[in-house]
């Protein structure tokens, strides 16, 4: 046990870091890693593993020091599903081995991590999953296709799921892996949008060799172990904190003021609408984060993604009918691969047809809606039929 | 013209550990004295209003001095407290003179008073010795507006005490009427000669409504016309801002009876709310009864610490909370079936209570309209 | 057989009917009489039941001719029931005596006809009806509680759907009664509604008595008989032909013009989007006219009662708010029993509470939803564990 | 104004059998000459037309000449059948210069012949001569307005033939284009000197937009200033009326297309159609579809008839079919799930066919105003 660690202990080790390796003369790299071993990487993680064992309330102190000293940071956008969702699994269902191995690299940001779950076939249903793994020796040998992966083309390793026993019911025949982006067997394929951007990919997966080393969970428990995943995914989406006409009522907004030609009774009105409704929304997330801060977390976080989803789809296409003869141009139709992605970003075509993807990523907002009728209002399930079925026995 | 204004603070949009007691007390004493049957029955009496309830929530509990200072005998408390009073009777539709009289009369007096800062008659005049009654609970009394007027549209409706006013809310119950004229405002004794209250016949039975008319009256002069201006203004700026925390009380109600009804509610072999398209509409409806939550606090919020922010905040509250309550009211009946359209199902005082409420104050259309201006969001 | 009756026959015997008992000089009822027994009641019904074996369309000639003449009708707002859905029922499955018993009383209006279909439990799940009708004899004895039960107070006779083998599935055990409305087990309640009307009936029957004789249909096939009752008001509400601002519309246009000073931007957009949606289901119902007049009947009849349902309720809510202080008050709470009811009639507020049952009698807006999307578009049923299980073991 | 005007005649608003039989050999050719993959593949390349699927339309079937009389070198048919055409480019987003040449421009010079009664050059001078071409489907023209312009709002937007027009759809394949200036209307050659066609970047990949740069080019003078405006209102009113045909068959595609992928889907070893949410989405969309279509041919009945009710039908058609068709498309998207978000599935084609055609000819939102005034219902 270490003796507790407290705000003015974590700035006296960022300082005594920043002494040790001033930002002005060390490397970026360097200083990141000197970082993590210095446990200030995310001081609620671990002694060892970049962490103090401390409550991640002190980590604002670390990162407002380091922001004063100018330090480098490790990208966060760029290394977000590493961040995200792979690091918390590996926390808590990886071996000892497993997190020495990946945990520096992956915070570094010297490893970029992706995400091999959703399935042409397994959206919604994402348990329905028909990527198999079967073992052969030490290995396993996965076959089948991923979808809608981002940055595969930049991993150097994915978390995947894949069914090692169609025989099961399937919630209980998948088990989680670390998948080896540059095996010879995976091949990445851009997935162009409606945007006409790609900025997912397909994912085929032919032979791909895994060692049992690699396998994160018992087998045969990957869908837990995905949970731990995925409510790590949600948590990141409902949190961040936005300004007045921070968010995709921004544009609109400017727009109306600059352009007096454009202004309609019709458009007026919408546009109040939805500026009432941007702002609540605003107000609604705020209430959340002073819930979490007060430590009476709410169920408020699952109707966020649902309200901006509706929110960025019917401003942004406001926005392009408010342009007129402009909104029917786009900037660019031209297949790119984005490094990041700014919903709020481009022009108004490309926000509206970028906004659609709002409600079906990271959930659907029907599976959502379901979400908050049974698990915040306490609705009855609708009878089901796929729970106690073999895998193999479903339709599809 | 090219960034909207900030909040000047980041508002507290949370429920404090006191206004949470505070919560208990009233949702106890509503059980107790205001159940839906009791509610219904009154609704058709000729005295809906239980004075017994009445007292107990003001006097007992203290609520009708919430926001008047201690000194000039009241709780010292301030607008976030009576926005969760409000919450408590919008649950219940509960017929009672707390809006009208704790909220906007209160408020308009609090502008005439050394605490408002407009006149220099300080804390002593009239319009401070009223307040402590009211305060205290032992009198009520009505701002003489059209129940639908907006807080930026009340133009007074009389050059002098002489004529008639309409649609006031709660008149029939109040001791004291508060009359805006062209020459300013006074108190007149709902009792006095000259003054004729004449109930009408309203859409929602819990809220009474009445014509006052005047002829030969007589009253206490309170402010001059521009100071008289100001406090209706901010009377009913406070009661449009409250108003959103009874609406979010009234959807969060008809949203869980309509959870509970449709829970137990067996149709096709299976409780209804099982059907997944029920089950959408409420998690919407759950949404935006969260939402509306977080746009009435944070109306109370503005108004309780008197933020340059709190005409915005109001606007965006009314405009937002006032659709969510009609919209729930509606969702409810509807989801309840034929049930939900008999008389002896409470569901109608709710969609009653939430239609005439989204009049109340000014429609969310007006709300818009201010919305506009304060946003710098200009009409063509 | 008759020989073919084309419209210059009907048009004949129609001019011989009002030569034989001048309308000016004859009393109502007997004119009625000599109607229904000339065959020109309804002349698609067989000779000797009012009608001619004629074609439907017939009709049309008959009524011109008659009002022409101004000739009495049978007031088939008041009967309604009794000519909507209880006389199509009789005709398809009444025995030769019971035709000749009730057809014609019916018609006429001398014996106003109730529906006892509904029950507080059974509401879009009529089939799941709770009142028995248990075999005594010659005579059924029925107990149970009907509701939503229209002219009630007024009925002489009243078509009832009665549970005979609770042992069978729901849909199997219900058999088809006319049940005499005098009999002293029927107690008749007013219900009161929402606008303070009470414009249906709780009907609470205490052993009441019915004869075999007054079966219509099989024993357990009550609930196929009731679909002939059930169609034929599906048809009559989707049929009717209404001018442009005909319906809910008309009332708020008219404020919109005389009263200049409630007008806002706000409003105005509301309204207008209302008046188009308005129009345009004026045309789509006159489209549905004009396809059933050229033998091609589109499914759009069923729709048309959602249109109509939110139509009204929108529009009835846009007129109380643009009405301000006037939409606050009410014309009257008092109770009173209407004989008909215009759902545009009385004030703004009573239009607004009358208008929010459009969405529930006569079948939900839910279960209407259900059937375009299965029927119409062909989607497939929800799972279903209600159909082949006793009713006395179904969940309630 | 106390009662609004009633339609003048009852409107047919079903299809005729040769209405059917039209749309049968329309349908064909479609299949055949631009299905999915073909228009998918076609809408990124220089060249989104294909000249062959033209002939086959405008010449084979003859669809170019619909709305031309007999005598003009056309068919002598009417909006009804040229409403049936659109339909079934809407259900294909088939890139086809058919609205822009075949309705909007042919209108707009039929307006300036005998038939439309304005000119007295009757049907022998330059307006019939290019009539007949663009009704023999040998060349085609497009009026040089921008795309979004509504049939009340066509000032022109030239002095003289001199400057630049934006957003003209269906310029870059035109063989003439029709130049509205204060001077009048004038036929301008598309590789004339001082003619200039610029390719834009068009949301909707399938019916490409150009902007027209005149500097020192030469004309045929069609009409002067008055009867320029006349045409062009008429015109355009063609466009808007008929465009609702094809906002119908874009929304009868994605409502199809949305039920197809549904009923076969499977999740949750359900199909996802089976699930009542989406049932009651589909269904909705169903009756918005229905709907659509009774206001659709009631637009093209009445241009066809010409009807004094045209204007207010095609306004109604406008305001209405607009949203349905970007509701269909958008539910298309979202209940295909991530599918509906790729570039190889054909539902995006439809939501930027649906959203480009919300704003051509006029928003929703400016064939509202139309309504307001037309059915005498005035702004504030």
Redesign the interface.
Known sequence: MSPAVDAAEVRRRTRELLAAHPPATTGRTDFLKARFDAGLAWVHYPQGLGGLDAPRSLQQAVDAELAAADAPDNDPRRIGIGLGMAAPTILGYGTDEQKRRFLRPLWVGEEVWCQLFSEPGAGSDLAALATRAVRDGDDWVVDGQKVWTSSAHAARWAILIARTDPDLPKHRGISYFICDMTDPGVDVRPLRQITGEAEFNEVFLSGVRIPDSHRLGPVGEGWKVAQTTLMNERVSIGGSRI???GGMIGPV??T???R?EL???GT??R???L???A???R??G??LR??LV?G?P?P?GS?MK??FARLNQEISGLEVELLGDEGLLYGDWTMVRPELVDFTGRDAGYRYLRSKGNSIEGGTS?VL??I???R????????RNDKDVAWKDLSR | ???????PA?????YSQDEEDLRSAVRALLADRADAPTVIVAA?SATPYDQGLWEALATGIGAAGLLVPEKLGGQGASHREAAVVLEELGRTVAPAPYLTSSVVATETLLALTGTGGITPAGDSGPAAALLAELASGSRTAVLAV???TPPGGAQAALAALDGTV??IADAAVADVLLVPTAEGLYAVGATAPGVAVEP??????TRP?AALTLSGAAGTPLAGPDASATAVRRGLLAGAGLLASEQLGIAEWCLAET?RY??ER???????????????R???L??EV??????A??AADALATGSPDAPLAVA?AQ??CSGVA?HAA?EC??LH????????HP??LY??RA??D???YG????H??A??EL??????
Chains 1, 3 share one sequence.
């Not at chain 1, 915040?376 to 009878?383: D, M, R, S, T």
């Not at chain 2, 969260?290 to 746009?295: D, E, F, G, K, N």
């Not at chain 2, 429609?363 to 007006?366: D, E, L, M, V």
Request: no cysteine; glycine share 6%.
């Open positions: 300004p007045r006409e907004s400017r109306w003021r600059e007096p202004r309609t009774h007026h009105q546009l109040l609408t500026w009432v409704e702002e609540v929304a107000l609604t705020e209430r002073q819930q007060a009476q709410g408020e109707g649902l309200a029907e809606l379901n908050v009728a049974e915040v209002l306490g609705l009855p399930a609708e009878p | 013209m090219t960034a909207p204004a900030q909040p980041t508002p507290d949009l949370l058709e059209p129940f639908a309409q649609g009408l016949v309203p859409l929602d039975l409504l959870v449709t829970r067996h149709q096709f072999n299976r409780p209804v709310g099982s059907f997944q398209a029920l089950k959408h409420m998690a919407q759950w949404l969260v939402s509306a939550r977080a746009a606090r944070n965006v405009a937002y009609v509606e009946v509807q079936g034929g049930i939900g359209m008999t008389w002896e569901a109608h969609l009653k239609k005439a989204s009049i109340a429609t969310a259309g007006r818009r309209e919305v506009a946003a710098e969001l200009p009409a063509p």
